[in-house]
């Protein structure tokens, strides 16, 4: 089992930035994918950002050069930074765990950017 917990979320205005951070515990294997996805009212669930553990990064077009996702494998611990965010960025953010066997989500944080 592996629990995962988000933090971070919040609102925030059109233009600005926030961090959010996905703590893993429990049955951590090193061989591991993590990632944020999010799902805002009446869309489908979507990738954000993938961190693989060899540290191959994807994003989404709609995010790229002004999102960075990062890790810390000391803290199980994957961070989302958010910069000039957009009212279309509202959404409830959610941490991914996978490896070749199985997945976990986390519950979910909201972000909410106000134009």
Do not use: H
Not at 39 to 59: D, F, H, M, W
């Amino acid at each position: 089992q592996v629990q995962l917990v988000e933090s971070g979320g919040g609102l925030v205005q059109a233009g600005g930035s926030l961090r959010l951070s996905c703590a893993a515990s429990g049955n951590i294997l090193w061989a591991n994918n993590m990632g944020w996805y999010r799902q805002a009212p009446g869309k489908e669930r979507e990738l954000v950002a993938l961190l693989t553990s060899i540290g191959r990064i994807n994003y989404a077009d709609s995010v790229k050069g002004r999102f960075t996702i990062s890790r810390d494998n000391a803290k199980n611990t994957v961070y989302l930074q958010m910069n000039s965010l957009k009212p279309e960025d509202t959404a409830v953010y959610y941490c991914k765990y996978a490896t070749t066997m199985t997945s976990y989500w986390g519950q979910g944080t909201q972000v909410t950017v106000s134009s």
